[in-house]
């Protein structure tokens, strides 16, 4: 089963690539029907007449209240609601995480545009969680500095965890309290095009005590090399090339996003030693491609049209929509989106066995497992592969089904399937071209663990 799924998935990062390749000489992104790649038509079609009726008739108690939504503008009312100032420039609005487990939290998000000077931003969001821990996060950027490409940044997060962990290599679950800060600055300017350079440095004071639960500490001099219930400073160096062509940041229908940077991380003294220093690299690349001849977009009769065909749908109605007999070659792939992102970062260590356990990498939550929790396990090596199709059922509203692969490990050449994993689902996700609201997801691996997810943070940023 994991080899046909692997091999499913190489076939749509292929026909991707020689669409995406064949249209740059167009300068479209949309894929006409009587041109459409024979590949992509192949990958696509059980996802065009199976899967999708299948969750379309599954989200099926949803469509009332998105025709209420729909037709009450309730959108754009709360948008509205939620924004404030002469020109708009400040929005405050809650925040909702609902996930199994300590990682759901509530909170809220303040941003202020053209606070101090024009182009800047200034963001605040508070979060707290089912059991009482408590994080915070701050955030200031000057964009367009005295009229040129150049921006500046500073941002500051606080955590107060009483049992914060995760998973080692060898599936040793870690617990430890943490009161960490952070600090940073951030310089970046535009390149030719599309392409920009960052720079950052900052500071990170880290404070790991042990957990309240005492009965759950590790002992062992390869835990206290790693820093745990150590208290220890991290001077973060970074240098990022990056790219961006999307057309829209939420609701984007076309071009890519790239990005790949380097990180040399000096750490203080602990546990009588300074031969903690590590190197990171991390590179991520996502594409967004329109298939079909219409554009993405509903307006707003089509909009009330598909809600009402959604509402009045029967189970018997649902069974021929799954027949191949009924299929209509005039509809295929009209209006869809196949979104896929790639995913690595890799930690070396200046002295083996050294690096603190923060270096890691994590696995889990968007790095691109959504059916395990953020930090699901940690290792010196994670990569992933995700693909997300996605339909619209309202002018603000889009269906998705998705399906990722992680795997990690000590190095590229330690990679095994034993630690290939693998996250599968439906959902859907509320948002207009600009602002994203929310998302709600039903998250699979294997065939036991379901992850439920509520959340207003997007899936790729």
């Known amino acids: 089963m994991k080899k046909t799924l692997i091999f499913f998935f190489i076939l749509v990062f292929c026909a991707m690539a020689q669409e995406e390749a064949r249209d740059v000489q167009k300068d479209s992104s949309v894929v006409k029907i009587e041109d459409k790649n024979l590949l992509l038509t192949v990958v696509s079609w059980p996802l065009v007449y199976i899967v999708q009726p299948t969750v379309e008739f599954l989200m099926y108690p949803l469509i009332p209240p998105l025709i209420y939504i729909s037709r009450e503008n309730l959108i754009e009312k709360g948008q509205n609601l939620i924004t404030y100032g002469e020109n708009k420039q400040i929005m405050f609005y809650p925040l909702i995480n609902v996930k199994l487990g300590n990682a759901a939290n509530i909170g809220f998000a303040y941003w202020h545009s053209d606070l101090f000077l024009k182009d800047d931003n200034l963001f605040f969001s508070p979060h707290l969680y089912i059991n009482a821990d408590r ?16 921006s500046w940044g500073i941002g500051a997060n606080y955590n107060a965890f009483g049992d914060n962990g995760f998973r080692d290599l060898k599936g040793i679950t870690y617990t430890f309290a943490d009161s960490s800060v952070f600090f940073n600055q951030s310089l970046g300017f535009g390149l030719n095009g599309n392409w920009g350079l960052g720079f950052g440095f900052g500071l990170s004071l880290y404070r790991f005590d042990f957990p309240s639960k005492n009965d759950s500490i590790i002992e062992g001099d390869e835990v206290f090399n790693r820093g745990f219930y150590q208290r220890f400073n991290g001077y973060p160096l970074s240098v990022t090339l990056g790219y961006n062509s999307l057309d829209e940041p939420y609701a984007a229908t076309k071009g890519s996003k790239f990005s790949i940077s380097y990180s040399y991380v000096p750490i203080s003294r602990y546990n009588g030693s300074r031969d903690h220093n590590y190197h990171a690299v991390e590179s991520r690349l996502v594409n967004y491609l329109l298939l079909g001849n219409k554009s993405y977009a509903m307006t707003v009769a089509e909009s009330n049209a598909n809600l009402e065909k959604l509402k009045n749908l029967s189970l018997a109605e649902a069974i021929e929509m799954l027949n191949p007999i009924n299929v209509k070659e005039a509809d295929i792939l009209d209006r869809r989106i196949l979104v896929t992102q790639i995913k690595v970062r890799h930690v070396i260590e200046v ?15 968007n790095f691109p497992l959504r059916a395990y929790a953020d930090g699901y396990i940690a290792a010196p090596l994670v990569a992933g592969v995700s693909a997300e199709y996605r339909w619209p059922i309202d002018r603000f509203a889009d269906a998705l089904i998705f399906n990722e692969y992680g795997v990690f490990g000590k190095d590229f050449s330690r990679l095994t399937t034993e630690n290939l994993r693998n996250s599968y689902g439906f959902g859907f996700r509320i948002r207009t071209p600009r602002f994203f609201i929310a998302r709600f997801t039903v998250a699979f691996h294997g065939l036991q663990g379901v992850t439920l997810i509520f959340t207003t943070r997007p899936e790729y940023n």
């Not at 994080?135 to 150049?150: C, E, M, P, Q, T």
């Not at 050294?354 to 990498?361: G, H, L, N, W, Y």
């Open 135 to 150: 994080d915070a996060s701050l955030r200031y950027v000057k964009k367009n500095i005295l009229g040129s490409s150049f």
């Open 351 to 365: 002295n083996e066995g050294k690096a603190p356990f923060t270096a890691m990498s994590r696995h889990g939550g």
